[in-house]
């Protein structure tokens, strides 16, 4: 559900025992530059069950991830799916494929008040796969329950790219 309010909109998504995904291939690919994602979230119910360092709890309320590339016959396009965690856990690889990788961002107190996160895409790439990383493609947002089917809600904010680099680590998350 989209709603305005404050002078601004929110997408609140919400799901049970489910995985869904919306995305938007970007009309003119990011080529690499300093810059960084930034978005801004309010936890409203986390899947109760979920773990990131397990395959049955891979689960988080809110995913954002970035495409390198495009799908080709020669293989699949890269993806990094920055993940609200409910504890620490280590980025990784996902499961499935050596062509996603999950960055798991855990905000320093899971609250009800507002939070962020800020990423850089392009050190994340270098971070996993140790080469040159192919322009963004596309940006999207997810929600995962589907491990654990649990429920799970939050609402999303202010999902922008700013012209700047994170200080010293390729991601963060906070309150």
Do not use: H, K, Q
Not at 77 to 95: D, H, K, M, Q, V
Not at 123 to 141: H, K, M, N, Q, S
């Amino acid at each position: 559900m989209i709603s305005e309010s404050n002078g601004g909109c929110s997408l609140e998504i919400s799901g049970r025992g489910a995985a869904a995904w919306v995305y938007r291939e970007l009309e003119a690919p990011l080529a690499e530059t300093s810059g960084v994602l930034r978005w801004e979230w309010r936890r409203i119910e986390f899947p109760e069950g979920a773990d990131l360092e397990r395959r049955s709890g891979d689960d988080s309320p809110l995913r954002v991830y970035v495409v390198f590339g495009r799908p080709t016959l020669l293989g699949p396009a890269r993806a990094i799916f920055y993940s609200l965690a409910t504890r620490p856990a280590p980025p990784r690889l996902s499961f499935e494929s050596a062509r996603i990788a999950v960055v798991p961002l855990t905000p320093g107190e899971l609250n009800v008040g507002p939070s962020y996160a800020a990423v850089d895409p392009f050190l994340d790439y270098r971070r996993f796969w140790a080469g040159e990383p192919d322009p963004i493609t596309a940006v999207g947002v997810m929600l995962d329950t589907d491990a654990t089917g649990d429920d799970a809600s939050v609402e999303l904010r202010a999902l922008t790219w700013r012209a700047s680099r994170l200080d010293s680590s390729s991601s963060e998350a906070g309150t």
